[in-house]
């Protein structure tokens, strides 16, 4: 397909994918490529990208810093709503891709460029984010997926062809791991974690101290949340990058946040990743333990099924989409209590609750005391126990009356008889 020399931006971060995506779009579609990386916390490397990216063929490269918009407007977002994705993944690729989106199209516009391509192959989620987010916000932009349509069935196949154009690379066909990497968390897949049945190798950890490794004392740690978003950390007020940055070194060094998840994608397949979100889990846990202090019981347990949903929706590349923008009101309303203190003993890669403070707090320690008080009636509990069994009372009644066994209270034919006759008067 010739372009005729068209602008096409390029989802670039300098990987494998990325690197061998920019000759292979000049051979096959004769047009420009200008490279966009996204900075959104993927660490040293970012420095090495612009420069990459120009030997391999790129025109033009773009570094955007959006490590502060990634925390306050998805990062924090996501937190608040407590969406963890099957119960153990806490979404740090997923809501990476719509930011990186947006600012795709930005640049788009700025280049007046009418294609945008990625490197995300055919069996990914990533393809889908990536895609509908650009389709929300510009639906007139085409994109361009070589995975989908190119001759390369695998990442040893595209070793092979960026060895052939002289593309240096990082990955080696020993070192085969697909790794995405950003400032909340680090993803591992592929390679011998296709097989379930193997346990990830320590060598494999890039940020978390392996549990067993950890020290050999616990470390406390404190967490103030100001409508459910952390704002200091250990009595140190941070800005949002910088206490995403805090959190991730103390839970790196004590083993916290290592999840081994097979999840299911949204293409339909089952896949494993390996996860390390050391800061994230830490504050995933220390906000809940906050919100069980400060919300009611049925606020607090719709508030898990919007989780659930949330999740869904940030997972499946959403999150552009009206819903969540919805979802997020709802949330917001919750959060306007969730202020307060979160004490943490971190040991070996276990989290342990030591103390919750909150000036909002619904636990009222006069109300729940064994002990003696001035406010609660025991008395009262007897007529809200009558009322509370009332429909079970009457189910019994009821089974009585059509002379049916009642297996768990009534066993003897003669005592039915009895009770029976007793109801007729």
């Known amino acids: 397909m010739d372009l005729n020399g068209e602008k096409v931006i390029l989802a ?50 773009y570094l955007e810093n959006a490590k502060e918009e990634f925390v306050t407007d998805y990062i924090y977002p996501t937190l608040k709503a407590g969406a963890i994705y099957e119960g153990k993944y806490l979404l740090g690729t997923s809501f990476a891709r719509p930011l990186m989106a947006k600012k795709l199209v930005e640049i788009a516009h700025k280049e007046n460029a009418k294609y945008i391509a990625h490197g995300c192959t055919g069996k990914g989620n990533d393809q889908v984010r990536f895609e509908v987010s650009i389709k929300a916000l510009d639906p007139s932009i085409q994109i361009i997926a070589p995975w989908r349509i190119w001759d390369i069935k695998s990442r040893e196949e595209e070793i092979e062809y960026a060895l052939i154009k002289g593309i240096p690379i990082s990955v080696s066909k020993e070192k085969i791991y697909s790794v995405d990497k950003n400032l909340w968390h680090i993803s591992h897949e592929g390679g011998d974690l296709e ?35 952390p704002i200091k950390v250990n009595e140190k007020e941070l800005g949002p990058v910088q206490l995403i940055e805090e ?19 949204l293409v339909g397949m089952k896949s494993r990743g390996v996860y390390e979100t050391p800061g994230g889990t830490i504050l995933y846990y220390a906000h809940k333990e906050l ?22 929706l940030v997972y499946n590349g959403l999150w552009f989409s009206q819903l969540r923008e919805a979802l997020d009101a709802f949330v917001d309303e919750t959060q306007k209590v969730v202020t ?28 729940a005391t064994f002990g003696k008080d001035n406010v609660y009636n025991q008395k009262d509990a007897e007529g809200f126990i009558n009322l509370f ?37």
Not at 209 to 229: H, M, S
Not at 341 to 364: A, C, E, F, H, Q
């Open 12 to 61: 670039y971060s300098g990987g494998l994918d990325t690197s061998v995506i920019v000759p292979w779009l000049k051979e096959n579609y004769k047009c420009e490529i200008i490279a966009a990386c996204i900075d959104v916390g993927q660490g040293s490397e970012i420095e090495t990208v612009k420069e990459k990216a120009l030997k391999s063929g790129a025109s033009k490269v």
């Open 195 to 229: 097989d379930p049945k193997n346990e990830p190798k320590d060598t494999l950890f890039e940020m978390v101290v392996p549990p067993e490794k950890a020290p050999d004392f616990p470390e406390y740690i404190t967490i103030e949340f100001k409508k459910g978003i």
């Open 247 to 265: 959190v991730n070194k103390i839970g790196s060094r004590n083993g916290i946040g290592i999840a081994d998840v097979v999840e299911n994608r």
């Open 291 to 312: 919100e069980s202090l400060v919300l009611d019981k049925e606020t607090s347990r719709f508030k898990d099924l919007v989780a659930q949903k949330y999740a869904d």
């Open 340 to 367: 307060g203190k979160v004490r943490l003993k971190l040991y070996k890669g276990n989290i342990i609750t030591s103390g919750i403070d909150s000036p909002y707090s619904l636990y009222d320690e006069e109300l």
């Open 389 to 425: 069994g009332l429909p079970l009372k009457m189910r019994a009644y009821q089974l009585l009356k059509l002379g049916k066994e009642n297996s768990l209270t009534i066993t003897d034919e003669k005592e039915v008889q009895k009770k029976k006759v007793k109801l007729q008067r």
